[in-house]
């Protein structure tokens, strides 16, 4: 039997395409690897958001002595696939019906390149527990001058809400306790359907079952546009109280030079009305420093955005170029003034998201045990808690938080 293992990169959108692609496989006679020395061939499902990203999995695919499938993102960039790899298998993000077909070619040492657009709705996909991924939509409507994802998924693609509760219900029944509703912005979902977030939100809470949505992320104009909906929704108890809202700068000035279809205000608003509303909800979003033409006023803009709402996640970046963008043509900043405000950043970040953790030391919080490794779980409003014993998934559990880091609560059970 051919054995399979996956290595993947990236958002929970990819996460989600790697359990299409188990499913597939799994229900086509291969067999699954628990690891890459057992396999026969590997599949690389790919990322190509940074610049940095792409460059490490291009070395590591060049190194690589087995055969192997590249899916993902890093399709859109083709040239340098085809100068750098020999004899490359790719497998589009829109084409994952076609995997086995991948394997094959890999196996045979033949190219193979396919990209052409398929409904993924009906396709099989691996039930995972206790976390279930679930993807709502693919694609977005924005059209950022940094992104190349946009490039990779270009297509608006919102699954039917009948498809998604079926998904969830046979979740259910498999284990699943933490359901992650995922895209590529979720606050896009049902713009090519006649329907929005919402409507699939509300239906969602329907089903039965003792679990919790963790709702993907959404830009900050869908976030402004459905804001009074979205915090009645996540006060039922069903939904984590977490929202991730991507703002990437503090300046108005930069945020209109990316093209983002949002105002950093729009951002400011909703997290002060969030918190009004949802004083103990956790806070995500994602910023890039270094983008072209950034002054040093504008950065500091960013600092104090995140000094004045100290959210409760930052995923920070350093801008780099990616082809085929329309940042591409733009000039650029020194990299070294980049990694310089990169690392104030950060610092600025650790500590804000420190001193917000520091704040649950001595409470008594419910868990739900989601990672044998470590023993991590996630409170109510999607705390990762670190526990001091083995549990077994999916169970709650009473925790006393004893300490607490920029990432992460440490507790000992009650």
């Not at 019906?97 to 396709?123: P, Q």
């Not at 006649?194 to 869908?222: A, Y």
């Not at 990762?384 to 992460?408: C, F, P, T, W, Y």
């Amino acid at each position: 039997m051919v054995r399979v293992y996956f290595k993947t990169y990236g958002c929970t959108l990819n996460q989600a395409d790697t359990d299409i692609m188990k499913g597939i496989v799994g229900n086509t006679g291969y067999g699954l690897a628990d690891k890459s020395s057992d396999a026969d061939v590997i599949i690389y499902n790919t990322c190509t958001v940074k610049g940095a990203t792409e460059n490490k999995i291009m070395e590591e695919m060049k190194e690589e002595k087995k055969p192997f499938v590249i899916a993902g993102c890093l399709y859109v960039n083709r040239e340098r696939i085809l100068n750098e790899i020999k004899n490359p298998v790719v497998v589009g993000p829109y084409a994952l019906e076609k995997i086995c077909t991948a394997i094959d070619a890999a196996l045979g040492g033949k190219t193979l390149w396919l990209d052409k657009r398929e409904d993924k709705s009906s396709i099989i996909r691996e039930i995972t527990a206790p976390i279930l991924r679930i993807p709502i939509q693919e694609g977005c409507i924005g059209n950022c001058a940094f992104c190349q994802t946009k490039i990779a998924r270009p297509f608006l693609r919102s699954y039917p809400v009948k498809t998604i509760k079926l998904w969830i219900e046979e979740g259910l029944k498999k284990g699943a306790k933490e359901i992650q509703v995922t895209g590529m912005d979720s606050g896009a979902y049902g713009l090519d359907i006649d329907s929005n977030l919402i409507e699939l939100l509300n239906e969602l809470v329907k089903i039965e079952g003792d679990f919790r949505i963790r709702l993907g992320m959404i830009n900050p104009q869908h976030v402004a546009a459905f804001l009074d909906e979205l915090i009645e929704l996540l006060q039922n108890e069903k939904f984590y109280k977490f929202i991730h809202i991507p703002v990437q700068t503090g300046s108005e000035k930069v945020c209109k030079d990316m093209n983002r279809p949002h105002t950093v205000n729009d951002f400011r608003n909703s997290v002060i009305k969030f918190r009004e509303k949802i004083p103990d909800i956790s806070i995500a979003t994602d910023i890039i420093v270094g983008y072209c033409g950034e002054s040093d006023d504008e950065f500091k803009d960013t600092l104090q955005l995140i000094e004045q709402l100290r959210p409760d996640v930052v995923n920070l970046s350093k801008f780099t170029v990616r082809r085929g963008t329309k940042a591409e043509k733009l000039k650029q900043l020194p990299t070294e003034i980049i990694k310089e405000r990169s690392r104030i950043c950060s610092e600025v970040v650790k500590r804000t998201c420190e001193e917000n953790n520091r704040k649950h030391i001595g409470k008594t919080v419910e868990v739900l045990v989601l990672e044998k490794e470590g023993t991590k779980g996630r409170t109510d409003n999607y705390k990762q808690v670190v526990i001091d014993k083995e549990i077994e998934l999916g169970k709650r559990i009473k925790v006393k938080i004893m300490d607490a880091n920029h990432g992460s609560l440490f507790g000992e059970i009650c």
